[in-house]
Every structure is written in C-alpha cells, then in structure tokens.
C-alpha cells in the first residue's frame, strides 16, 4: 500500500469524522456547518473512489471502502431527529 494514499485518506476521514462530532479547527466557522464540511469531505472521497476505481491496490481499496462506509453511516446516524 502507498503510504500517502493511505494518510490522505485517514487524513480525511479524520476530518470527516471530527466535523460529524461539532469540531471545527479554529477559522473555519466561515465555510459553513460541521455538517457541511463533512458532507464535503465524504463526498471527496467519494470521488477518488469513481476517479481510482480499478487502479488501486486491494488493500488500498479496502482502505477507502471502508473508511467511506463508516463515514457515510455515521453521517447518517447524525442527522437531526424530524
């Protein structure tokens, strides 16, 4: 496994997941919700799975799925309660 494709994609589940928990890093309140910064963040990674789909390794994609499934399920979690 390349180790900067993995820490990208930790790096941004990272990210993801603290914006699902309510934190911001300082200066960001301009670029909207917690929220919406994850769904940013889940949606990009989104995108390099279509954009790498087939040129990765196995673990590489295993890495990606299931950071993607465990952020998606966790956003979904955190929705507001209608």
């Known amino acids: 496994m390349n ?3 993995a820490s990208l994609i930790l790096g941004l589940s990272h990210q993801a997941e603290a914006a699902l928990s309510g934190e911001l890093p300082p200066g960001a309140e301009g670029i909207g919700s917690a929220r919406q910064l994850a769904q940013t963040l889940i ?10 789909s087939d ?3 196995p673990d590489e994609k295993q890495l990606l ?3 993607l499934t465990a ?3 966790r956003f ?3 929705m507001p309660k209608a």
Do not use: I, W
Not at 43 to 52: E, I, Q, R, S, V
């Open 3 to 5: 180790p900067h494709f």
């Open 43 to 52: 949606d990009t990674l989104g995108m390099l799975a279509d954009k790498t």
């Open 55 to 57: 040129r990765l390794d």
């Open 65 to 67: 799925d299931q950071a």
């Open 71 to 73: 952020l998606r399920f």
């Open 76 to 78: 979904v979690q955190t």
